[in-house]
């Protein structure tokens, strides 16, 4: 649709972790999939440039945008729903405004002038929030501001909200994300924290038009007439978010709440017709009625914090979910994985994933798995340090390199099967200096990849340092393990995979970062059908 654009800035109050990124997913796509052109960004108050060198624990995944931008993981939600690859602009951290602003000013681009949070900074924001929409793509741009409305980082991105607020008029709106908690010995809802959030806005000067209160129980009607008095907004905007089963219901829970109708009546767009949710809806009714469950270990050392492996989890669930099975994903601490329980806690699984990683950290866990995994012919997957695991294995026990290692857990080692990159070696910056992005891949065909994919050229993303070194590939190839993907330019090996076992495959690449609930990747797929098949022969 060609359509002035509209920037809508979806803000959070009450508490953290309420999902403004899952409610922007979901708002993009419902726009989506009535005809408009739509992108997100996320703007997060954190100093770090990026959370590239953030720990897991601290921040959840990682995600990798195509164009080689370490991101935010709501970034990966934002491509799960809506099926649009994000770069770097759809995600800026208070690091990268304050960097730019910085690097200007050393420049002497600002003249002499004192350089202040006001306007250099908020303008910098600006600058940012409106860089999508200038490029004339799209006719709504989403903004989720991170952190909570109170916080001392965000008062800069809401300072800029405010400006552009006044400054668009009717092609910019505010929806406020806020919490309703059910007390349970006085068996009521409160409505005080949000009327307090809401009131902290307007002080600033924003006034949020629409109004989305997540909740486990459900709003009565007076209360929600309660609530809009109180903010001034309409009965209509005040849009409540109940606990869903899962996340991609919200969609739909918001459209029979009016949620985008009410986007489009303040935008002064179109609200006739409806979103055409027929993908979304086949892919919900087979996750519904799925009848048997694949059983899935997943070995890495962040089990106890699920959110670093979200990409891979929601890859899994999706792959599952198109072969007509509901996932059971059992995380296995790779840290607390030896040959003595090896046998208890993997015999029951259909398949294994080989998480990615740094460090030397649980590493040894992971070689103990893939021992038993190769020995007891069992589908496994790894990827990326997950891959580099595979190699060190196979080196160790089918090579008999038993020292084999890679140089980042021991740089004396005499059998380097995984070493750093040439270009890699002169660099001391940890930030974004990794082979990082999209890059090509060649397959063999007759792989099991190429059968899955259906091709031979691939593009898929990367994050990671180290390599397979290529000195050793026919010793690997002659032995078993075959290398059946590598990059066209470089000759990098990419993917590897022992062709005479049923699965077991290990890529380079992360091909999490590009499975979609409209596009799953095909190698998830492959690995979930050679899974479901495993766990039916032992039936």
């Known amino acids: ?174 929806i406020h994300l806020t919490y309703v908690p059910y007390l349970k010995a006085a068996k009521e809802l409160k409505t005080k924290p949000t009327q307090h959030s809401v009131k902290q806005l307007q002080a600033i000067g924003i006034q949020p038009d629409i109004l989305v209160l997540r909740t486990e129980k459900e709003l009565p009607a007076s209360m929600r007439r309660k609530v809009a008095q109180f903010c001034n907004v309409s009965t209509e905007a005040v849009i409540q978010s109940l606990d869903a089963p899962t996340i991609y219901e919200v969609p739909l829970m918001m459209h029979a709440q009016g949620l985008d109708t009410q986007v489009l009546r303040l935008t002064g767009c179109d609200t006739d017709g409806e979103p055409d949710l027929t993908a979304w809806n086949t892919f919900l009714h ?4 799925a009848a048997d469950t694949v059983t899935i270990g997943l070995v890495g050392k962040y089990v106890e914090l699920q959110d670093a492996y979200k990409s891979i989890s929601e890859s899994l669930m999706q792959a599952a979910t198109y072969c007509d099975h509901k996932l059971e994903l059992i995380y296995i601490h ?75 857990m021991d740089t004396k080692t005499s059998h380097n099967v995984i070493d750093l990159m040439e270009e890699q070696k002169s660099i001391s910056n940890m ?38 070194n290529g000195d050793y590939r026919e010793r690997f190839e002659n032995a078993g393990m075959h290398c059946v993907g590598e990059n066209p330019d470089t000759g990098l090996v990419e993917v590897v995979q022992i062709p005479e076992l049923t699965w077991f495959v290990g890529t380079q690449y992360h091909p999490e970062y590009q499975s979609t609930v409209l596009n799953p990747n095909p190698l998830f797929i492959s690995f979930i059908k050679a899974a479901i098949k495993f766990g039916d022969s032992k039936k």
């Open 334 to 408: 790779s840290e607390k994985l030896n040959e003595s329980n090896v046998d208890e806690k993997l015999n029951g699984m259909d398949g294994i994933i080989i998480a990615p990683g740094f460090g030397q950290r649980g590493i040894e866990g992971k070689f103990v798995a893939l021992k038993w995994c190769r020995e007891h012919n069992i589908p496994t997957f790894g990827i990326c340090l997950g891959m580099q695991c595979m190699v060190i294995e196979f080196a160790r026990n089918v090579l008999g390199y038993t020292d084999a290692n890679s140089t980042e």
């Open 1 to 174: 649709m060609n359509v002035e654009t509209k920037y809508i800035f979806v803000t959070g109050g009450v508490v953290s972790s309420l999902g403004k990124g899952i409610i922007s997913s979901s708002l993009a796509r419902l726009l989506l999939s009535r005809g408009y052109n739509v992108t997100i960004q996320k703007f997060d108050p954190y100093i770090n440039i990026d959370p590239g060198t953030l720990n897991p624990y601290e921040h959840g995944e990682c995600y990798v945008t195509v164009d080689g931008h370490e991101a935010d993981l709501d970034l990966g939600h934002y491509e799960r729903f809506t099926n649009i690859q994000t770069t770097r602009a759809n995600n800026v951290t208070t690091g990268r405004v304050y960097q730019s602003v910085i690097d200007k000013e050393r420049r002497g681009d600002y003249l002499g002038k004192t350089v202040q949070i006001i306007p250099h900074i908020t303008d910098e924001i600006k600058r940012n929030i409106k860089s999508l929409g200038n490029t004339g793509k799209y006719d709504f741009v989403i903004t989720e501001i991170g952190g909570t409305v109170g916080d001392i980082e965000s008062t800069p991105f809401l300072e800029a909200v405010r400006q552009l607020k006044w400054e668009m008029g009717r092609n910019a709106l505010s």
């Open 286 to 289: 087979k996750l519904d009625t």
């Open 431 to 468: 930030g974004g200096t990794m082979r990082l992005g999209a890059y090509d891949c060649r397959l063999k065909e007759g792989s099991i990849p190429a059968e899955a994919y259906g091709k031979l050229n691939i593009r898929e993303r990367h994050r990671h340092r180290f390599e397979f």
